[in-house]
């Protein structure tokens, strides 16, 4: 009775959407895959557009949502091609002009999050998917238009036949449409045509572009196992406009970001010599570790790239609905946007288990689901753009450093308070990122009054220390009159 | 030499399509003009789309920029074509319940916007175009792709082919394109795939719906000129949650529109007899002009359309740049929609006079284009949807109507204090639209200090006659005490 299974027709097969097809397939749905890219397992595939990404930070939310996909084995796969990262380790010169680094812990208790390369865990999630029954995977297929009304999405393969004419086009009937296609997402071009979408997409004045550090040759006691540096934490290099990222990879090296506005790229890119000098008087340090010959080489042939942010609201036709960075791309300062793309999945499948699986229930389900996390998207957008400013300048900030502290504090010693760190939040739990946003706004508000109310009792405290100052001496004198 | 003139490409020709075709042409260049619809100047082109399009208000800014287009007979066609409205007449009952109508001047100097039917203005852009050399127009066009990099449109005739398969798409080269095609722009969407731009689009929470005031059939002294009501007025009915106005035609009816929220009208549409009932209670008077019976059907029969609020930044790329509400859409509370999008064109053309007619001297224009540009876009935006306030609410508001009545009185009476209505100074003159709401701001923080200012005034003012008055009496014998 293959013809009474709920067709569901996925776009991207990019990890959001590998583990939407693992969730459909497990609901015992049919699902069709279909990718615009070829097969990234396939040594043939052009890797270009994954060099593209950078390494990705999994935390508990992404872990979360692979945990209860149906393939049990997935998750320890996935975690064993992950280099645990325990907080940010600071680069920076001395007033010596000595080259310094000091680690800031993400969590007193531990607790950390991973360096996952996006590609290798895409791989992963591709191979379980193909193990899957009632799962078809395509790739090389471009979707030119959705039909949400009759339920029809026509693709394109985008290999030319051998006849050298147009490939035909393909018409894919669907029962519910998962589109997992990204930021420039064409499942939303085609649903804003049928439903009335509030959308807002915003270029950050910031341009970045990748680079690597190698694997060390070095082999000292002290060497960090093959890494050129110490390989547990997201290495910072933050300067007053720029920053320079590194994170961690699998193979030893790391892979590294620069974040820079527009105009520093174009300045750099008219003379890309530039660039050594640039590095050395904002990123102490760091040209040394990729090599100062590779540093040009590498900007000059490695992409230069915009960061994009986008809202909309809601996320839903009753038809289909889109996942992950086609409904809420995000500047990648939180190391939240893979992660709460796959919690989208996990939550979108929580409201299909609480409807019956009619094309009336899955609408009320993408109805309900759209309304609960459109505030969770647009909250994590914002913390993400926030982020930058605690990434690039609050990271030396004695302010930051003080509310870090105090709540830190408070989350060991007086864990009664609730008090913890929204970075703890965000990453090791999976509180909706709304509430977070409410929580921590609302932590800030008692840490300020609790500043407020220590003014009377260092104003009472300083009396009562007169007075009694007063009473052993000069005090005296004048009390007694 | 035609092979040197400048190759203008201008998807759309509606007002603002046909008046840049207008412009372009009057720069020597050569024009191509392709429009989705048919022409509907024809008989057979169903008028479905203008059905759609309510009386639109004509003022300066529309005035003037057809003043300088090259056609020197064509603005005194279009103005007699209209008809002058010099306030609002708003409706509403008294406390007796009884209908009443009062009007409010939009201009102390006897200043009018003009109604305009958008199908028959037009219409008379479209023969101006039509008998102007050098430009090519083509309706029934669908616009499928723009390669802004290589400078080629794709364009699809949307009439079969004879021979009943697709008809063949036709690629035409441009130096330079306009995008004058609306709120769902596709020249936009293309453009967005070359360049970066920060766009925005919301749905406001109402919807709207036509309906027709018929011409009166009764002739009394005191009949409208056959007009079912004042003709020179535009007709407001505000109510509190709802909005219903009536604009004047030339052919004696009033093209109306009702405003309301989107679950307003799902309420409505269940039950489509509910209407007068809402009608009675909502909007006194209304149903008896349009007619209680047809008021029904033509909530029925017309469409109920989404109001939508378009930004993006910039409006361009090197290659082209879109105009009126492909770049702006706006809610119609300022009636300025229109007149924004004729205005965009006179701007972009005076950038073009002052570069070289070369690519990189229309390149520098357009930049500079967009830059100035943007910012009166997002205000005359901003200010549109500030004005459903006014017109629903704000007409019977005590502030708004002491607000105005000062504000004329310093207009007519101290000239020099430059104080102007923000209506007469978006509707009368051509001020940029950011240098009004900033002025205009300006202007309520003076009226803000002025009262302030008062206060001491009105207390020693109040002092001194007491002291008067204490000499005269009762104060004298506390003052001599």
Redesign the interface.
Known sequence: MAEQRTKCLIIGAGPVGSLAALYAADRGWDVQVYELRGDLRLPSTTPLNFTRSINLALSERGISAMRNCGDADLLQQVLDDTIPMYGRMIHDINTYGELIEYAQQYDIHGRFIRAVDRARLNKLLLDSVEKTPHVQLNFNHKLQRVDFKTRKATLCPTTPSPAGVGPPALEVNFDILLGCDGAYSRVR?QMMKFT????????IDMHWCEFTIPPSTIKTPTSNDGFATSPNYLHIWPSEKNLFIAIPSVDRSFTCTLFASRETFTYLKRKPERILNFFESNFPGAAALIGENELQDQFERNPHL?LLSIKCAPHHHPAGVILGDAAHAMVPFYGQGMNAGLEDVKVLFSYFDKHPDTEEGRGRALGEYSQYRVPDAHAINDLALANYWEMHAGVKSPVYRVRKWVEEFLAERVPSSGFETQYARVSFRVERYSVVRRVVERQGRIMLWGLVGLVPVVVVGFWLGIRGWGRMGWGRMGWVR
Chains 1, 2 share one sequence.
Do not use: D, K, L, R
């Open positions: 071009s009335e979408i509030n959308f807002s997409q915003a270029y915009p």
